[in-house]
């Protein structure tokens, strides 16, 4: 995941915690539009291209950052359509520049646009860009715009949740 500025809720965090593991709840909208395209943000420190999102606020649900994400990355007011997956693991993990590690688990929002003015935030954005999915085959995208973004396209109307890793070791009761 790329830098992002720091919430006071996280800088907090850190004071304590130092570049130790942090577990943070993240929202990200894979907005879709009318012609089956989806919209991607790039990234201003490494020019990836992802999905508009960040972290949820503390007292902030995810579907209300994943609204709010999308507006400020990218002037966009969008509706949320259906909740696409939720998504953690070792692959998202991050170390930053700096040495803090932060593991997210995200939720993943379809959505559309329903108003706005599209712009980059010029903070975390220099670009916006709409992709068909044949498009995305060539393009540097980060894991969530990767991994959302074919789910959104391999099942169009269902959420997606990935097989659990994890089972009871035996004589466990079920």
């Known amino acids: ?4 500025p720091m919430s006071d809720y996280v800088r907090k965090l850190r004071r304590h915690l130092g570049n130790d593991l942090i577990l943070l709840p993240s929202a990200a909208a894979v907005i879709r539009d009318d012609r089956d395209r989806i919209l991607l943000v790039r990234q201003i420190d490494s020019g ?17 950052a994943a609204v709010r994400e999308a507006f400020e990355e990218t002037g966009y007011l969008i509706e949320l359509v259906r909740v696409l ?3 953690g693991g070792p692959q998202y ?11 997210y688990v995200s939720t993943g929002f ?7 003015v599209p712009r980059p935030d010029g903070e ?8 068909t999915e044949d498009e995305l085959a060539g393009v540097d995208l980060s894991i969530w715009a990767r991994v959302m973004a074919a789910d959104l396209f391999a099942n169009p109307t ?3 949740f990935p ?8 004589g466990t009761p079920a």
């Open 163 to 170: 097989k659990p890793g994890w089972r009871p070791s035996s």
């Open 124 to 131: 975390e954005t220099s670009e916006l860009r709409w992709f």
């Open 158 to 160: 269902a959420a997606r």
């Open 1 to 4: 995941m790329p830098a992002m």
């Open 93 to 103: 993990r991050v170390t930053y520049p700096n040495g803090d590690v932060t593991s």
């Open 110 to 116: 379809e959505a559309r646009v329903i108003g706005g």
């Open 85 to 87: 997956g939720v998504y």
């Open 48 to 64: 990836i291209w992802s999905t508009p999102g960040g972290a949820v606020d503390p007292d902030e649900s995810p579907s209300d």
